[in-house]
Nanobody, 120 residues
Framework: QVQLVESGGGLVQPGGSLRLSCAASGSIFSIADMGWYRQAPGKQRELVAAIGATTNYADSVKGRFTISRDNAKNTVYLQMNSLKPEDTAVYYC????????????????WGQGTQVTVSS
């Protein structure tokens, strides 16, 4: 079983920066896509950024957030700059197309979430 362990959340002032990390552990053959979603109170979970064959960002974070990936470590990062109060949410790591062997089925896995709070 793959486990996703997130770190890097916390409290930051508006305009500040945070870097989230998510490491996938287990007997992994490959992961097609890794990404970050967020869910604010009373709102649906939404895609923030994802990286695989292509890289995608939510319009609300373009130019402020950067997603990157270290395939050798099965780790994905989210550098968040110029943070705004509306970025406050629980951020969830996602791994899509997780395979344990080349010819096996693919799975989706989620991390436990890390709180990001942007407030003065």
């Amino acid at each position: 079983q793959v486990q996703l362990v997130e770190s890097g959340g916390g409290l930051v002032q508006p305009g500040g920066s945070l870097r989230l990390s998510c490491a996938a552990s287990g007997s992994i053959f490959s992961i097609a896509d890794m990404g970050w979603y967020r869910q604010a109170p009373g709102k649906q979970r939404e895609l923030v950024a994802a990286i695989g064959a292509t890289t995608n960002y939510a319009d609300s974070v373009k130019g402020r957030f950067t997603i990157s990936r270290d395939n050798a470590k099965n780790t994905v990062y989210l550098q968040m700059n110029s943070l705004k109060p509306e970025d406050t949410a629980v951020y969830y790591c996602n791994a899509n197309g997780v395979k344990y062997r080349a010819a096996g089925p693919a799975y989706q896995r989620w991390g436990q979430g890390t709180q990001v709070t942007v407030s003065s």
